[in-house]
């Protein structure tokens, strides 16, 4: 009797050994994949930025009417008549 | 003898062997509980340094954006080149690459390296971008390496750049707002405790030492598309008339947000090279000046308030020439007996002084007192000007009367553009906010809500058939007030250098908008403030109308020209059409 519990005893100390290898692994190797996601995020959010960077100077107004006035022959909106009905 | 030999050991031997074995059992057992209990904090410490490191957890700098969430600032990360001085100079033969591909002379590299060869760093070039740092990072030298910074970029340039102001090359603010609100926008780098491997790679995270604090992005109260109207309108303006400068605010009345303020000159916040200090002030909120006739209100808001006077009461001008304990004041004609609703849209000095005079020093000084002259705005703006208004309790009677038309008290842009705010919000001045804010700001009371209302229809009238008719803007009502002041000069007042002025709110009935225009010494000719900075004005507001959705008040168009034709010609409005000083 007393043997079968050293035995099973020693099996657990075995179990728990190979089980905390296996863990510190998997730990590791998602330690892994989250510094890639990290740097994923990191990379998403600087193109994110650049684009905001982007889109601001490519619409800046003074650019926007040169190019409405310039090239595409556009004017600014007036009003049909200045509101008076022939008064 | 043989019964020795084949099988015990002797005694003695197996005593010492035993001995030995004890000794050295006790020796590890000694060396064991020396590691395990004495030693083992040092050495527990050599094992940490050997693969504990920490790092820090980066963060950049945050965006600045308009009242709509537009950026008008943001940082983009760049490479910085940096070298090992030794190295650096030792492999010379590599310079002419790294040079070329730089921008840099041999010589600035040489005279960069040479005095600090002790040194273990060294940066060569700061903020390059992404293309070059990849050409400088394929050329392998050795002892050049990159480091990732960031760099500012204004995308709305000199149009926002008085406002935001910049940063200097290690992303702090030095100017304008990016100074004001530094430490909100820089945000705090955290710190990590890692263990790395021995490629250098992260293999754990020990514990988060501290946590990255980063900025918070920055809203201001400036609506982008505002301030391009009145940039453009404003750089038109100063090169038609030959100006030296300008400066245009619009601001809310309601809730003291300014809307627009911009400058002439200005500046590429972007590339600032060969830059001229001059160019960096936001002179709306730094500059200062004498109001001139664009005070004339404040003191018959004061005259009103006394309860001595209504918009009819008449004043005598006459002959328009008015002495004041030696000193002269006069108008730029005789006006004869004329109304106080006429003193401002004729913008009389006389009839201002008289007005003056007759009241209390005391009355008269806190009228331009609640209307927060002589303290600064409260803006935040770093260089914000309070302006000067002299204590009434020293003033000479001839003081008194120059206050009333504008002279001997000076405020700036964003003091008038506040005051004028107050007659348009109902008689509340509200505090001015630079910034987009969830709470309506608080205001205290300037005047009387009846006062404010008398005020805003004779400024109708100003605008209608007075000297303020450029600022029409068709199908709305619009008040405002015209100036045209002398420039004072070490000796006294210039001969021919003026500030031309208009300040109006539009639409009068219930204004939403308020917006002074000021030029500085037009020298095409024209400087009357009606003429010069007038339509400049009615300009921004047509624009600024449509931008904002304003509905317009005033269906026949607001163009009372037709119906003052139609009328007998009227000698008192036909002269009345020519400003005053």
Redesign the interface.
């Known amino acids: 009797m007393r043997v079968a519990m050293l035995l099973l005893l020693v099996l657990a100390v075995m179990a728990t050994a190979v089980d905390v290898a296996l863990t510190r692994h998997d730990?590791?190797r998602m330690?892994?994949e989250l510094?890639k996601l990290r740097q994923a995020r990191l990379a998403l959010d600087?193109e994110w930025?650049?684009l905001?960077?982007e889109q601001?100077?490519e619409g800046?107004?003074?650019r926007v009417?040169k190019i409405a006035r310039e090239q595409l022959g556009m004017q600014?909106?007036r009003?049909l008549?200045?509101?008076?009905?022939g008064? | 003898m043989s019964e020795a030999r084949s099988g015990t050991v002797p005694t003695f031997r197996r005593h010492v062997i035993l001995a030995l074995f004890g000794i050295v059992a006790a020796m590890l057992g000694w060396r064991a509980i020396e590691l395990q209990l004495m030693t083992s904090e040092f050495l527990q410490q050599h094992g940490d340094a050997r693969h504990l490191r920490d790092v820090s957890v980066p963060v950049h700098r945050s965006?600045i954006t308009d009242r709509n969430g537009?950026?008008?600032a943001?940082?983009?990360?760049v490479q910085a080149v940096w070298g090992v001085p030794r190295q650096l100079a030792r492999f010379r033969g590599r310079w002419p690459a790294l040079t070329a591909e730089l921008g840099i002379t041999e010589q600035y590299l040489d005279a960069l390296v040479a005095p600090r060869l002790d040194r273990e760093f060294l940066y060569i070039k700061r903020q390059v971008s992404p293309e070059t740092a990849a050409a400088v990072d394929a050329l392998q030298i050795p002892g050049v390496g990159l480091l990732e910074e960031y760099r500012r970029?204004y995308?709305?340039?000199e149009?926002t750049a008085h406002v935001v102001g910049f940063t200097n090359v290690d992303d702090r603010g030095q100017e304008g707002l990016e100074l004001s609100y530094d430490a909100q926008l820089v945000g705090e780098p955290g710190m990590n405790r890692v263990i790395k491997d021995r490629l250098g790679?992260?293999?754990?995270?020990v514990e988060q030492l501290k946590a990255a604090a980063p900025g918070t992005a920055l809203a201001i109260s400036i609506d982008?598309?505002l301030q391009?109207?009145a940039y453009?309108e404003l750089k038109a303006a100063v090169q038609t008339h030959g100006a030296r400068a300008g400066s245009i605010v619009v601001m809310d009345p309601l809730t003291g947000e300014v809307l627009a303020m911009v400058n002439q000159p200005s500046f590429n916040p972007n590339n600032r090279r060969e830059l001229k200090g001059q160019n960096y002030r936001n002179r709306a909120v730094t500059d200062i000046f004498e109001p001139g006739s664009t005070a004339k209100p404040f003191t018959v808001a004061a005259a009103l308030e006394s309860g001595a006077y209504s918009p009819n009461t008449r004043i005598d001008t006459s002959p328009g020439v008015f002495m004041v304990g030696g000193h002269t004041v006069q108008d730029a004609r005789n006006n004869g007996v004329i109304s106080v609703k006429d003193v401002l849209v004729r913008s009389s000095n006389v009839g201002a002084s008289k007005i003056a005079l007759s009241l209390e020093p005391q009355l008269l000084w806190n009228m331009f007192d609640r209307l927060g002259f002589g303290r600064t705005a409260g803006s935040g703006f770093p260089g914000e000007a309070s302006g000067r208004l002299h204590s009434f309790y020293n003033w000479r009677e001839i003081e008194q009367a120059t206050l009333s038309f504008g002279y001997g008290m000076s405020v700036s842009a964003l003091h008038l553009t506040r005051a004028y705010a107050a007659i348009a919000n109902d008689g509340m001045l509200p505090e001015v906010v630079l910034v987009k804010s969830a709470a309506p700001a608080p205001a205290s009371r300037a005047m009387s809500v009846s006062t404010s209302r008398t005020l805003r229809r004779m400024l109708r009238q100003v605008v209608e058939s007075g000297t303020g008719r450029a600022a029409r803007v068709?199908?709305y009502t619009v008040a405002g007030k015209t100036g045209t002041v002398h420039k004072a000069d070490g000796q006294g007042y210039a001969e021919h250098r003026y500030l031309s002025l208009f300040v109006g709110m539009l639409p009068a009935t219930r204004p939403r908008l308020v917006a002074f225009v000021v030029l500085d010494e037009p020298s095409g000719g024209e400087y009357y403030g009606g003429k010069v900075a007038a339509p400049v004005f009615a300009r921004l507001m047509h624009?600024a109308t449509?931008i904002l959705n304003i509905p317009?008040d005033?269906?026949?168009?607001?163009?009372t020209s037709?119906v003052i034709i139609g009328a007998a010609p009227n000698p008192a409005l036909a002269v009345a059409s020519e400003p005053l000083p």
Do not use: C, W
Request: aromatic residues 4%; without cysteine; hydrophobic residues 25%.
């Open positions: 730990s590791r330690f892994a510094q600087r930025g650049q905001l960077l601001a100077t800046t107004h003074g009417e600014p909106a009003p008549a200045s509101g008076d009905s008064q | 965006m537009e950026p008008v943001i940082s983009t990360p970029y995308p709305t340039g149009v790679r992260v293999v754990e995270e982008k598309r391009y109207v453009r068709p199908g624009e449509r317009p005033n269906a026949r168009g607001g163009d037709r």
